[in-house]
């Protein structure tokens, strides 16, 4: 998979893919199998900004069915499956232990009543997705089992545990750059830094963008008949630039999303709900506290997710130091063996996530449905879609409905979605362990190295040590690597050493 700027800026597509996180790619992956030709872009690395930003879980959608939202729990479901059954190595079965409390909406009877509503849901929803290990039985123990398995974790009125199973995705970055390199086995034309400026249209029907190469400042024309937009967070500032008077306003509310990584592991082998000493505001769950997971992940724990309301960069900035030291606060109170402090945080993912006016059970603004936007029915342009996504489980179904709704706007006879066939390439390595367990000699590297730089359209240092490696998340890069891996990026790329930024 390599950057090839000069096809982008002469060939003809059907889609033009703008925005290359989770639902870009898979996006630009479905249409390919369905034989359109594709152009992805992004004005940044692919995977490089919320899609990296994970808890490193699929969700089953459990949460869901407190709101009686059936059709999102089995949609969570059915995709949690299929992402097992595409990414074998990469995914594993963990089991998530959460305290039940009082008698009321987390209480042992209501959670067992959900545990077992989901679990039937479970069976009936996956029954056509062969070649599965079954995740075991939901359940729910009395309040001792939760202190056993989480020591030193304070819960009030603690009356039961309920036990179920996710699945861990033990490497988003690999997920997605593997997809993304199977839409560039089935001929699709991918570039990183690759900025869409302008969206161009003619008699009210999209006809392309015009964008400009971040790396060399070459400004280029892509020509193609629609346009799926996945900028994520960013959707509305680049309809607003991009799109200028043409497309009505569309704001859209945003949360920052922030996960910690730990220099330790909390808990070894399952993943702990931790309930907070605050309380929920507004009426999702009525008197509960709100509840964050300590996951465990290559020897570390990354705990979250915290979410917060996004005013702007610079209010966000400010505000950032003082919301990660009330979330270790929290931690600490109820987990005051933990002793947590700024010295043990081993990395911070920072992210924003589109929202709307509706509490989740921690009492936080998120976006619960996603969107698929017709801009040709709200603007009067034809051809152009945006899609609106907050969740990495449902990407792939999410990218599914924008490229039907896509196709239908080509001269091509309809062909349905396979993205759900593929089987991606089992990793090189164990990804439970941290890539600095293999890395350490300069031939390994430099192997490496050279792999993601001929195969994986790394152009910056970042890209190595962020998105095709945890270098840089799980330890830091030593002189050595830094000086043989500047030595080795594209010429071109003034800056290797550095993430090009990205502008609001």
């Known amino acids: ?13 059907d889609v033009l893919v703008i925005g290359a996180g989770a639902h870009g790619i898979f996006a630009a992956l479905d249409a390919t199998r369905r034989g359109l030709s594709v152009a992805l872009i992004d004005r940044g690395d692919l995977c490089g900004e ?21 059709g999102r729990t089995i949609e969570s479901i059915r995709e949690q499956a299929i992402l097992r059954k595409m990414a074998p190595g990469l995914t594993q079965i963990l089991p998530f232990v959460m305290p039940c409390t009082g008698h009321g909406m987390r209480g042992p009877a209501v959670m067992f009543a959900g545990m077992q509503g989901h679990q039937a849901l479970r069976i009936a929803s996956t029954l056509d997705v062969n070649g599965l290990q079954h995740l075991p039985m939901n359940r729910v123990s009395g309040p001792t089992a939760y202190n056993e398995f989480a020591p030193g974790v304070l819960t009030d009125n603690l009356t039961g545990t309920a036990i179920w199973s996710e699945v861990q995705l033990l490497d988003t970055n690999a997920l997605l750059i593997a997809c993304a390199q199977e839409a560039d086995k089935g001929g699709a034309t991918i570039a990183n830094y690759v900025q869409a400026d302008t969206l161009l249209h003619e008699n009210n029907t999209f006809t392309g963008a015009r964008c400009t190469d971040r790396l060399s400042g070459r400004e280029l024309t892509i020509t193609a008949s629609t346009c799926i937009n996945t900028t994520g967070p960013w959707i509305e500032s680049f309809l607003h630039k991009a799109g200028g008077n043409h497309i009505k306003p569309m704001p859209i509310a945003l949360n920052d999303s922030m996960n910690i990584v730990l220099k330790r592991a909390l808990f070894d082998d399952k993943a702990i709900a931790i309930a907070s000493t605050k309380k929920v505001e507004g009426e999702a769950v009525a008197d509960a506290n709100r509840m964050y997971f300590a996951v465990p992940w290559r020897g570390h724990s ?28 929290e931690l600490n109170i109820a987990c005051p063996d933990a002793e947590l402090t700024r010295n043990d945080i081993q990395h911070i993912y920072w992210g924003r996530v589109p929202t709307e006016d509706a509490l989740d059970e921690n009492g936080v603004l998120r976006r619960r449905a996603h969107e698929v936007i017709d801009h040709g029915e709200r603007d009067q342009i034809e051809g152009l879609f945006s899609l609106v996504g907050v969740k990495l489980t449902t990407a792939r179904a999410i990218a599914k409905k924008a490229v039907d709704a896509a196709m239908g706007k080509t001269n091509r006879a309809f062909v349905g979605c396979s993205t759900h066939n593929v089987k991606l390439a089992l990793p090189e390595h164990d990804p439970n362990q941290p890539c600095s ?4 000699t300069e031939r390994r590297f430099k192997e490496r190295l050279q792999q993601a730089l001929k195969a994986e ?10 998105r095709r490696t945890d270098l840089a998340v799980l330890s830091s890069p030593t002189k050595q690597q830094q000086q043989w891996l500047s030595s080795a990026l594209p010429e071109h790329v003034a800056h290797a050493a550095m993430d090009i930024p990205i502008a609001d």
């Open 50 to 70: 919320t899609s990296s930003n994970s808890l490193r879980t699929l969700h089953g959608g459990i949460r869901y069915l407190q709101y009686l939202q059936l």
């Open 457 to 466: 359209m790394v152009m910056t240092a970042s890209d190595f040590l962020h």
């Open 437 to 440: 367990a293999y890395l350490k």
């Open 302 to 329: 990354v705990v979250g997710t915290v979410q917060e309301p996004w005013v702007d960069k610079a209010t966000s900035k400010r505000n950032r130091v003082g919301f990660l030291e009330e979330f270790l606060n």
């Open 1 to 13: 998979m390599q950057r090839n700027i000069d096809d982008l800026g002469q060939e003809h597509y």
